[in-house]
């Protein structure tokens, strides 16, 4: 095992999960839209999760998010906190790190369980 999987409190897989996101409205936000933007994670675990997208989004935002992990267990609903934006060079795309802020403890055994079947 890496160091990096070591020191993770979840375990985290690198598989393609569609996702849905929008930045979570709040009272004060001057960038509010409803509208939902489709990404495919690089990687999930019951503790965040990781996605390519094609704009800018600063460190600390919060976004809703819709993640389906498999066709028959139900969409998860939570909320993440941005962690990194990074460029990726030399495209034009950010890495987006994000780690879940409010998520129901069933949803997580739900991601744990998809994550488990995956690392056997």
């Not at 160091?3 to 409190?9: E, V």
């Not at 509208?35 to 996605?51: E, N, P, Q, Y």
């Not at 990194?84 to 739900?110: G, H, L, Y």
Request: glycine share 4%; with cysteine; net charge positive.
């Amino acid at each position: 095992m890496d160091n990096d999987q070591k020191r993770r409190k979840h375990k985290r897989i690198e598989k393609p999960y569609m996702a849905r996101f929008r930045i979570k409205q709040y009272e004060g936000l001057k960038l509010s839209s409803t509208k939902w933007d489709m990404v495919t994670l690089k990687d999930l675990s019951a503790g965040g999760a990781l996605f390519c997208y094609s704009k800018y989004l600063g460190p600390s935002s919060l976004l809703e998010l819709k993640i389906d992990v498999s066709t028959v267990t139900p969409t998860i609903n939570c909320v993440g906190k941005i962690l990194r934006s990074d460029k990726i060079q030399p495209a034009s795309v950010f890495s987006i790190a994000t780690e879940f802020t409010e998520i129901d403890e069933q949803e997580k055994e739900i991601i744990n369980t998809n994550v488990k079947k995956i690392i056997k």
